[in-house]
């Protein structure tokens, strides 16, 4: 028998608890018989439809014009394969588990600070997607203009960013950001279309994927042959010894200028940072104190921040196709 389940994450106009996967970093992951397998789509390209529904100056031709641009950008990734297909306007909201993948506006009542929202419906028995729907929050005002519009938040962000999700990434921790008077959060620099708050309305910078927004695609949806292509690095944080569960880990190309995160994610310290060009890399390890858990983990308890950031002693040789030796990165406390 095949039970239906969902996940939701989001993007947030500001600081904001969200329901995401406990397991969720760059990939999300469905417990299939108690074992966590990523989500992804097992069969493309994935057809999706656009809901019939205008909203305040944008309509539905609009989303569909968006959300088209947004899967060609995504396809466009290096050593990814990625397709979809546009299967026509249907007057069905973007909700789980009616059959059908829909993209378009509907009002996100009981979420005030939610952009938009991406929610899936996965089969239980292989962790395949069957379903996911993107719902961009009729509450805030919305702009196509090309060239952003300072009052109005930008649709083409949001769709790339929902587009991600539909495809299985979670959210990136490659940000920086300050608390605001009002105890929120915002947004000074992020590397990473994936990280879960928007810029603020008038911003079009997130058009475009980052280099950590490719990896995570390449490494979900490799090419065929490109495990050959890409590596990654792996090791361990820990402090006194033991495990830090948690910790943010970065790996910076200092010939590209690229950077890439990931996520300590056993209590042993264990990361794997995939998806990565071959190359020397600088790596970091740091809290995550910079953003707000629960737009990661759902279990927030388990992630230790008492940790000063701390670099790998030594540059680190990713090969083509393989792992980098295993890197050992000690922390101490703050
Ligand atoms: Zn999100």
């Given at each position: 028998m095949t039970r239906w389940r969902g996940v939701v994450v989001g993007i947030v106009a500001a600081c904001f608890a969200l329901a995401a996967?406990?397991?969720?970093?760059l990939k999300l992951g469905a417990d299939v018989n108690g074992s966590v397998v990523a989500l992804k789509w097992a069969d493309q390209p994935v057809r999706y439809f656009v809901a019939n529904r205008d909203a305040a100056g944008v309509t539905a031709v609009d989303v569909q014009r968006l959300a088209a641009d947004a899967f060609a950008t995504w396809a466009a990734v290096p050593h990814a394969t990625v397709s979809s297909e546009f299967a026509g306007f249907v007057?069905?909201?973007?909700?789980?588990?009616?059959g059908v993948s829909v993209i378009g506006f509907t009002a996100l009542a009981g979420?005030?600070?939610?952009?938009a929202s991406t929610s899936f419906t996965v089969d239980d028995g292989t962790g395949a997607l069957r379903e996911a729907d993107i719902a961009v929050n009729t509450s805030f005002d919305w702009s196509t203009a090309p060239g952003g519009d300072a009052a109005h938040y930008d649709l083409g962000f949001a769709l790339l960013h929902g587009i991600g999700h539909l495809y299985g990434l979670g959210h990136s921790g490659l940000v920086e950001t300050e608390l605001t008077t009002e105890g929120r959060r915002r947004v000074l620099a992020k590397d990473a279309v994936m990280f879960p708050i928007a810029f603020p309305?008038?911003?079009?910078?997130?058009r475009t994927l980052d280099a950590d927004d490719a990896a995570g695609l390449a490494d979900l949806y490799p090419a065929t042959g490109e495990r050959r292509v890409l590596g990654s690095i792996t090791g361990r944080v820990t402090r006194d010894g033991a495990g830090i569960f948690g910790a943010h880990v970065t790996a910076f190309n200092p010939s590209t200028g690229s950077i890439v995160g990931s996520f300590t994610l056993s209590n042993d310290g264990t990361f794997v940072i995939s998806g990565l060009e071959p190359g020397l890399y600088v790596v970091r390890a740091e809290p995550l104190d910079d953003e707000d858990l629960a737009s990661f983990f759902d279990d927030t308890s388990a992630v230790d921040i008492d940790f000063q950031p701390a670099f790998a002693p030594h540059l680190v040789a990713v090969p083509a196709g393989g792992s980098s030796a295993r890197l050992d990165i000690r922390v101490t406390r703050k």
């Amino acid at each position: 028998m095949t039970r239906w389940r969902g996940v939701v994450v989001g993007i947030v106009a500001a600081c904001f608890a969200l329901a995401a996967d406990p397991r969720a970093y760059l990939k999300l992951g469905a417990d299939v018989n108690g074992s966590v397998v990523a989500l992804k789509w097992a069969d493309q390209p994935v057809r999706y439809f656009v809901a019939n529904r205008d909203a305040a100056g944008v309509t539905a031709v609009d989303v569909q014009r968006l959300a088209a641009d947004a899967f060609a950008t995504w396809a466009a990734v290096p050593h990814a394969t990625v397709s979809s297909e546009f299967a026509g306007f249907v007057d069905a909201p973007p909700v789980s588990d009616d059959g059908v993948s829909v993209i378009g506006f509907t009002a996100l009542a009981g979420a005030p600070f939610t952009l938009a929202s991406t929610s899936f419906t996965v089969d239980d028995g292989t962790g395949a997607l069957r379903e996911a729907d993107i719902a961009v929050n009729t509450s805030f005002d919305w702009s196509t203009a090309p060239g952003g519009d300072a009052a109005h938040y930008d649709l083409g962000f949001a769709l790339l960013h929902g587009i991600g999700h539909l495809y299985g990434l979670g959210h990136s921790g490659l940000v920086e950001t300050e608390l605001t008077t009002e105890g929120r959060r915002r947004v000074l620099a992020k590397d990473a279309v994936m990280f879960p708050i928007a810029f603020p309305p008038g911003a079009v910078s997130d058009r475009t994927l980052d280099a950590d927004d490719a990896a995570g695609l390449a490494d979900l949806y490799p090419a065929t042959g490109e495990r050959r292509v890409l590596g990654s690095i792996t090791g361990r944080v820990t402090r006194d010894g033991a495990g830090i569960f948690g910790a943010h880990v970065t790996a910076f190309n200092p010939s590209t200028g690229s950077i890439v995160g990931s996520f300590t994610l056993s209590n042993d310290g264990t990361f794997v940072i995939s998806g990565l060009e071959p190359g020397l890399y600088v790596v970091r390890a740091e809290p995550l104190d910079d953003e707000d858990l629960a737009s990661f983990f759902d279990d927030t308890s388990a992630v230790d921040i008492d940790f000063q950031p701390a670099f790998a002693p030594h540059l680190v040789a990713v090969p083509a196709g393989g792992s980098s030796a295993r890197l050992d990165i000690r922390v101490t406390r703050k």
